[in-house]
Each structure stands twice: as C-alpha cells, then as structure tokens.
C-alpha cells in the first residue's frame, strides 16, 4: 500500500519567515496531495490540496509543489505568523471515479515565534 | 458547505462500558466515509471505511467485534468502542468522501476525546 513520509517532525521559526514542509510518496498511482492543518484537540482542515496534473499551486501565503517524477511534494508558507503554529499532515491518495482512501503522513509541528 | 458533525467532542466511560461516537453529514449525502485513531503527537491511522448499507472494511489490526461501525444511511455512519479499556483512550475523528463533483476530496468532523477510567 501507499506509504507516506513527512519532514521535518518540528520546526520552529521567526515570524515573518517561510517554512517548509517536504513529504514523500510510494504510489505512483496516487494523484491527489493535500495539507492538513491541526489544532490541538480539534479535526483536520484542509489547507491546500494538488492533483497530479499540476505541479504548483498558490494560495495567498500557503503554496504547495508536486515532483511526479521524484514521488515528493512540499508545502510552503511565507510570512509566518503565529497563528500559524500546529500540527501540519500531508496525505496522498488515489483519485477517479471516487477518492479511496488517504494516507497521512507523520506530521511536523510547527512554531511561529513572536 | 460539505460539514461534517461529530458527537460527542469528548466523553469519559468506564472500563467495560461502550461508548458510540456518531458522524452526520449535513449538506451532504456521504457513500463513504472513514474512522480515524489518533494517539497523542502522532498521526491518524485509518481504522475503517464505512460504506453505505453494507459491512465496514477494517484495516489489519483493528478488531471489527470491539470497534463496530455502523453505516446505515447517508447521512450517518457511528463507531461503537465495545467493552471498553483504558488502551482504546484516544481521539477518534471520523471523515467524509465528498461526491465526485466536489472541489475536494474529504471534509473531517472534528473528533472525539475518549478517555477510558
């Protein structure tokens, strides 16, 4: 089955500058990525999401890239902000006719100092 | 639009009780859906996929006679923790597949903290 890595496990940055999160996947069936943000205590909220016919997609900070080739895809967020400390999943699956099921990666928790 | 609610956030049982965490999709008619296990700075480990009207899919390792899963309308899919222990503590979370013509693939409730005494 589809297998899932994620780094880094933590990071901790100044606000104001990027992060970067970088995952890895097995499947080379699977053709949907997306970022999960989470609260503690709380259920995942998607962020951002890319298929695989595409290989960069922005939204206001929040941007995400897709390498088919290499089988890795990363999350960019620039001008932290505090607000942005959590926990942040990616996951992959295989989409078609339906969405089957997703494959998370490990997490990396991420601080947004003042 | 496409919100799932899950009941209840948080409950506390006692050892040997059961306990049903229910998830409703509101706008929205969820075929599918999957139960989530998440421990404490971890990930979610997918237990489940529940579709309508028929027998969940269990992952290996998750045993179906403890953690039943009930999917018995569109709408409704819930996940009872039978005799419960002190190990099955966790945050459950359950999710939806959203239909096929949908912006994204899946919308999640926002999860269960059950804490076995």
């Known amino acids: 089955g589809e297998n899932v890595e994620q780094h880094p496990s933590t990071l901790s940055v100044q606000e104001g500058d990027s992060a970067v999160i970088k995952c890895t996947y097995s499947?080379?069936?699977?053709?949907?990525f997306p970022w999960y943000k989470q609260e503690l205590g709380k259920g995942p909220q998607l962020i951002i999401d890319?298929?695989?016919?595409?290989g960069e997609k922005k939204d206001q900070r929040i941007a995400v890239t897709l390498n088919k080739t290499a089988k890795h895809f990363s999350l960019h967020i620039t001008e932290t902000q505090p607000e942005d400390s959590a926990v942040y999943f990616c996951?992959?699956?295989?989409?078609?006719?339906?969405?089957?099921?997703?494959?998370f990666g490990q997490g990396t928790i991420l601080t947004v100092h003042p | 639009g496409a919100v799932v609610s899950q009941h209840p956030s948080w409950v506390i049982c006692k050892s040997g009780t059961s306990v049903k965490i229910e998830c409703r999709s509101l706008d929205f008619q969820a075929t599918t859906m999957f139960w989530y296990r998440q421990f404490p700075k971890q990930s979610l480990m997918l237990m489940a996929t529940?579709?309508?009207?028929?027998?969940?899919?269990?992952e290996q390792g998750v045993e179906k006679d403890k953690f039943l899963i009930n999917h018995a309308s569109l709408t409704l899919s819930t996940l009872t923790v039978t005799s419960a222990h002190p190990e099955d503590s966790s945050f459950y979370i359950c999710?939806?597949?959203?239909?096929?013509?949908?912006?994204?693939?899946?919308?999640f409730g926002s999860g269960t903290r059950l804490t076995v005494v």
């Open positions: 999710s939806a597949q959203l239909p096929r013509d949908s912006r994204y693939g899946y919308t």
């Open positions: 499947d080379s069936a699977s053709n949907y």
């Open positions: 996951a992959a699956s295989i989409g078609g006719t339906s969405y089957g099921k997703l494959t």
């Open positions: 890319i298929r695989s016919n595409v």
């Open positions: 529940s579709n309508e009207g028929s027998k969940a899919t269990y």
